[in-house]
């Protein structure tokens, strides 16, 4: 039977043979999460995402509906969310305290692949709440929290992020909209917003926006911002909705993909006062706001493996069933063959295949570098696991969009002219997981992140611990049967890396950034790879051990082995190429001027 949206026995390996995480039930924290709890908590959600989520879809490219101010999300979406909120499914990962089920991220991550896996443009609309809630979580007054927090995990309302404006995407320095305190622990905003995900909907009874503006006192820049809490009715004295609040939605984009997500136009206090309160402290917006950022950035990277593992599944099964051309090497008059038996098209599901369960590891590592952070016993083992995460957050983000884009791209390809139609599931797939490149921060900031911040964050202690688990797998890898050479080639590649990444760190010490930032998304991409051949590897070793144990099992394991053979053999002496183009440093790109582009 195919597999939908993604491989159950992939999604099992990687959580209890790769991670073991039902060793996490040995804190307290976690103690009611053992594995037979996690099976249920997964296939509840695979459940839930295959007969109810999925079937959105399709009808939700039919985009959302703009009348006079409100927005109408596609037919289906309203039972739907019902259903998802009656499940708990926005609330996993938090506290009990406030809704949430507490358990721990890295299941809550393998739910979330079968739920963004199925239809992204109905995710979004939890993934920004659930940000959210975080940051009211994090900085809000009491009242803030007993305000909002319930209604908002529980799915009765909803939350977005007001960054963008006009003349200030990525460089939020640039923001202009204005807050005048009130004098009564109120603040009147006014400005104007774009590109607000789910900032107009009529899903939820309420929505809480966070939004970033400056307070009429504050310094020029990025240190005058300050964040504020807006709803879209202000709320009574009981905290149900009242009055409308001046959150006046002026049209939403015509976009390429992720139709059914509206992506709204918003004006705060164009038709009247628009009243938020201040979240935080006074002109520290930008940093309250990344911690949102951050999770949104991690999650972006599990809506790019999601997409791109739906796009495999459909690929697999297709490329099985679809009969075309004898194989080429049997004689002629031979009946045809499905096209999985085909090299070039073997060769292609191995490409998505390896970046589909690499990321897939990835994620899911991520959520687990969450889990131990939050169990942490000291001070010294939450430092570890906060700067882990902070170096890997930039790949997550860029590398795996970038690659979920290849992997959809791939999908299209083994469908042949019905990948290029509508009719068929992967050209919206391809659509939809084009917007992860840019959201949340472009890939190039991604890089620069990576490159400018992370190499050297903490005089480049983070990163070295980074390296030094990739290391720890390859030599594990070294004792286990069949796997030596495999961790030879590997050892190879690294050592090249960490040569690059040493050379990337003198020049930006010696002050050419403009020469090292022409080279920041090669040193994403390069990263990326080597990030996916350590799950890879890791994930071969596992298996390697286990064959013959179980005949049923050995064609999943002999499939990690090969897969990690692919790329470690195939991918890998390509990302050497970029690796030598970094270190041989001619950076054309920092030098290259506006006239010599040609155009005019």
């Not at 900085?139 to 995990?153: A, C, D, I, S």
């Not at 286990?480 to 090249?496: C, H, I, P, Y």
């Amino acid at each position: 039977m195919a597999q939908l949206i993604a491989d159950r026995r992939d999604i099992d390996f990687v959580l209890h043979e790769q991670l073991n995480v039902e060793a996490l039930s040995e804190h307290k924290r976690f103690n009611e999460f053992g594995k037979k709890t996690v099976d249920l908590i997964v296939s509840e959600a695979r459940n839930l995402a295959i007969k109810e989520i999925l079937p959105l879809q399709k009808p939700s490219d039919t985009g959302c509906e703009f009348n006079n101010g409100t927005v109408k999300v596609p037919e289906g979406f309203h039972r739907v969310m019902k259903a998802y909120n009656e499940g708990e499914w926005l609330a996993m990962t938090d506290d009990p305290e406030w809704g949430g089920q507490g358990m721990p991220k890295t299941v809550a991550m393998a739910a979330n692949e079968y739920f963004y896996g199925a239809c992204n443009s109905f995710m979004l609309y939890n993934l920004l709440t659930h940000g959210a809630s975080k940051l009211v979580e994090t900085f809000g007054t009491p009242e803030q929290k007993n305000l909002h927090l319930k209604n908002m995990l529980s799915g009765k309302w909803a939350g977005t992020m007001l960054l963008t404006e006009s003349d200030a995407g990525s460089d939020l320095a640039g923001i202009t909209t204005m807050a005048k305190d009130n004098g009564d622990g109120t603040y009147s905003l006014e400005g104007n917003k774009i590109f607000i995900s789910g900032g107009e909907q009529d899903l939820t009874e309420n929505i809480v926006h966070p939004v970033l503006a400056r307070l009429e006192d504050s310094p020029a820049g990025i240190k005058g911002i300050s964040l504020f809490l807006v709803t879209k009715y202000r709320l009574n004295p009981d905290g149900t909705p009242g009055e409308f609040n001046n959150v006046v939605c002026t049209g939403i984009e015509e976009k390429m993909g992720l139709h059914g997500s509206a992506t709204c136009s918003l004006e705060l206090g164009g038709k009247g006062q628009c009243i938020g309160t201040l979240l935080g402290e006074k002109n520290k917006g930008m940093a309250a706001m990344f911690l949102m950022m951050n999770e949104a950035r991690q999650m972006v990277g599990l809506q790019g493996q999601a997409n791109a593992s739906a796009a495999y599944m459909y690929a697999l099964d297709y490329a099985r069933q679809r009969i075309q051309s004898k194989s080429l090497t049997a004689p002629a008059g031979t009946p045809p063959v499905a096209i999985i038996n085909h090299p070039d098209v073997k060769r292609q599901l191995l490409m998505m295949k390896s970046w589909v369960e690499g990321m897939r590891s990835l994620v899911y590592y991520t959520g687990l570098c969450h889990d131990r952070l939050a169990i942490a016993a000291d001070d010294s083992e939450r430092q570890f696991y906060s700067t882990l995460l902070e170096v890997l957050t930039p790949i997550i983000k860029g590398y795996i969009t970038d690659r979920a884009f290849d992997v959809c791209n791939h999908g299209v390809q083994i469908y042949g002219g019905y990948g290029f139609i509508e009719e068929f599931p992967v050209s919206q797939l391809l659509r939809d997981c084009r917007i992860f490149m840019l959201y949340e921060g472009t890939n190039g900031i991604q890089a620069m992140d990576l490159v400018g911040r992370k190499l050297g964050m903490h005089k480049g202690e983070p990163f070295i611990h980074f390296l030094g688990l990739i290391e720890k797998t390859i030599t594990a890898s070294r004792e286990v049967k069949g796997l030596e050479s495999l961790a030879d080639s590997m050892q190879r590649f690294f050592t090249n890396y960490a040569e690059v990444a040493h050379e990337i760190s003198a020049r930006a010490a010696s002050g050419k950034v403009m020469e090292v930032f022409a080279f920041s998304h090669p040193f994403l991409e390069v990263s990326g790879d080597l990030t996916v051949a350590w799950m890879l590897l890791w994930r071969a070793s596992v298996a390697a051990p286990k064959l013959g144990k179980k005949k049923k099992d050995d064609a999943f394991y002999q499939g990690q082995i090969q897969t990690a053979r692919f790329f470690i053999n195939n991918i890998l002496p390509v990302t050497e190429g970029r690796l030598n183009t970094i270190k041989q440093g001619d950076a054309v790109a920092a030098v290259m001027e506006d006239a010599q582009f040609g155009g005019k």
